[in-house]
């Protein structure tokens, strides 16, 4: 069988290569959604077919993926995500149909199911080799995850992580503030993100945060966690009587109203644990911050060293949610200062190193899907 299934690889499905056979693409996460829009954005100078993969009917969108290729008989598939419906349809369709596919993924599925299940956290092994060792070519979110697929035996790889095109409307700052009760002269840590609740840790989004705050005796620091999700009502539980005041807890907000809020910061939080989930992201959030000209407070985490330019602030323990990290969080707010923060701006804006260019990562990914397309013929 596996034999068969590597002659099935190098024998070319009908017309391969063929300029008038389409490239089709599909983000597991949904139609409609962010993701979707990276790899349609990734891949359009090849104006790309795109599947409406549903997030919330995953078997009946995997099989109505595996009837759309058997009819348009596509050049390649690209594959936004790494859910397992539409990666194992991928797998069945390289086995039945020998036509080739890339995967573009942002975590390290192994590690992140863990966090969840151990068992489950196995399966998402198997599954990850799998999916990285039959593909065409593997898109990752970081350098890192590009090792860990090649390791994994994708036979070629490219990193794009991504990028921003929203800037903050004038006046958004001032505006925010006002709407936030927010003193103009306070300065404010803050994230945007889905506030999403982990039992196994015990941790969502902003949880450093609001922890944090709470050691601090100066009361010009305000925290800010914008988004929803389980996770809300734990933080503003543990927020108390500082709710309103040093804890702003907005909830959702409209997606083009993400950059405005972020001008209303003076620093990003971009929580990440250091081990096999959080060392291997960068997350959507890094091009958004350093987009609004935020410097960051991270932890300890490979794009800490590798991106920063003067931008960061570093702090120890294993994960945001450890009494290392908030303690150093709560130490660098009862520091902080507007001149640290005008320092960290400055170096921002001349930075060299500029890896969240969306026209860059569409050059280099033509180039690499050009390769695949001529390899397979």
Same mark, same amino acid.
């Given at each position: 069988?596996?034999?068969?299934?590597?002659?099935?690889?190098?024998?070319?499905? &009908?017309?391969?290569?063929?300029?008038?056979?389409?490239? /089709?693409? !599909?983000?597991?996460?949904?139609?409609?959604?962010?993701?979707?829009?990276?790899?349609?954005?990734?891949?359009?100078?090849?104006? &790309?077919?795109?599947?409406? +993969?549903?997030?919330?009917?995953?078997?009946?969108?995997?099989?109505?993926?595996?009837?759309?290729?058997?009819?348009?008989? #596509?050049?390649?598939?690209?594959?936004?995500?790494?859910?397992?419906?539409?990666? /194992?349809?991928?797998?069945?369709?390289?086995?039945?149909?020998?036509?080739?596919?890339?995967?573009?993924?942002?975590?390290?599925?192994?590690?992140?199911?863990? @966090?969840?299940?151990?068992?489950?956290?196995?399966?998402?092994? $198997?599954?990850?080799?799998? @999916?990285?060792?039959?593909?065409?070519?593997?898109?990752?979110?970081?350098?890192?995850?590009?090792? *860990?697929?090649?390791?994994?035996?994708?036979?070629?790889?490219?990193?794009? #992580?991504?990028?921003?095109?929203?800037?903050?409307?004038?006046?958004?700052? =001032?505006?925010?503030? =006002?709407?936030?009760?927010?003193?103009?002269?306070? /300065?404010?840590?803050?994230? $945007?993100?889905?506030?999403?609740?982990?039992?196994?840790?015990?941790?969502?989004?902003?949880?450093?945060?609001?922890?944090?705050?709470?050691?601090?005796?100066?009361?010009?620091?305000?925290?800010?966690?914008?988004?929803?999700?389980?996770?809300? =009502?734990? /933080?503003? %539980?543990?927020?108390?009587?500082?709710?309103?005041?040093? $804890?702003?807890? &907005?909830?959702?907000?409209?997606?083009?109203?993400?950059?405005?809020?972020?001008?209303? +910061?003076?620093?990003?939080?971009? &929580?990440?644990?250091?081990?096999?989930?959080?060392? +291997?992201?960068?997350?959507?959030? @890094?091009?958004?911050?350093?987009?609004?000209?935020?410097?960051?407070?991270?932890?300890?985490?490979?794009?800490?060293?590798?991106?920063?330019?003067?931008?960061?602030?570093?702090?120890?323990?294993?994960?945001?949610?450890?009494?290392?990290?908030?303690?150093?969080?709560?130490?660098?707010?009862?520091?902080?200062?507007?001149?640290?923060?005008? %320092?960290?701006?400055?170096?921002?804006?001349? *930075?060299?190193?500029?890896?969240?260019?969306?026209?860059?990562?569409?050059?280099?990914?033509?180039? !690499?899907?050009?390769?695949?397309?001529?390899?397979? *013929?």
């Amino acid at each position: 069988m596996r034999g068969v299934r590597r002659a099935a690889r190098r024998r070319p499905a &009908p017309g391969a290569g063929d300029a008038a056979r389409p490239i /089709l693409c !599909f983000a597991t996460q949904g139609a409609g959604h962010a993701d979707e829009q990276r790899m349609r954005s990734l891949l359009a100078p090849f104006a &790309p077919a795109v599947y409406p +993969f549903a997030h919330d009917r995953k078997a009946r969108s995997a099989l109505g993926l595996l009837r759309a290729v058997r009819a348009e008989r #596509p050049a390649l598939i690209a594959m936004e995500g790494t859910g397992i419906a539409g990666g /194992l349809t991928l797998l069945a369709i390289d086995a039945l149909l020998g036509i080739p596919y890339i995967v573009s993924s942002g975590d390290a599925v192994a590690p992140f199911l863990r @966090l969840h299940s151990r068992p489950i956290g196995w399966l998402g092994a $198997v599954y990850e080799h799998l @999916l990285c060792r039959r593909s065409a070519g593997f898109v990752g979110w970081t350098p890192y995850l590009v090792g *860990r697929a090649l390791t994994f035996g994708a036979p070629r790889a490219i990193t794009a #992580p991504g990028w921003t095109r929203a800037r903050a409307r004038e006046g958004a700052r =001032e505006r925010v503030r =006002e709407r936030l009760q927010i003193p103009p002269d306070a /300065l404010v840590v803050g994230l $945007v993100g889905s506030l999403n609740w982990n039992r196994r840790v015990g941790y969502t989004y902003g949880l450093e945060l609001v922890r944090a705050i709470a050691q601090v005796k100066r009361r010009d620091v305000v925290v800010c966690v914008v988004g929803d999700g389980s996770g809300l =009502e734990r /933080l503003t %539980e543990l927020a108390g009587g500082e709710l309103g005041t040093r $804890v702003i807890l &907005p909830g959702r907000i409209p997606h083009e109203e993400v950059m405005d809020h972020l001008a209303a +910061f003076d620093v990003g939080s971009l &929580p990440q644990s250091v081990d096999g989930v959080g060392s +291997f992201r960068y997350t959507i959030k @890094l091009s958004e911050y350093l987009a609004a000209g935020l410097p960051i407070v991270t932890g300890q985490i490979p794009a800490a060293y590798d991106l920063d330019e003067g931008f960061l602030w570093r702090l120890p323990g294993s994960a945001p949610w450890s009494a290392t990290y908030v303690q150093a969080l709560a130490e660098m707010m009862e520091a902080l200062s507007a001149s640290a923060v005008a %320092e960290r701006r400055e170096a921002i804006s001349r *930075r060299h190193g500029e890896p969240f260019d969306e026209h860059d990562q569409q050059r280099r990914m033509s180039a !690499f899907v050009q390769d695949i397309l001529a390899a397979q *013929r």
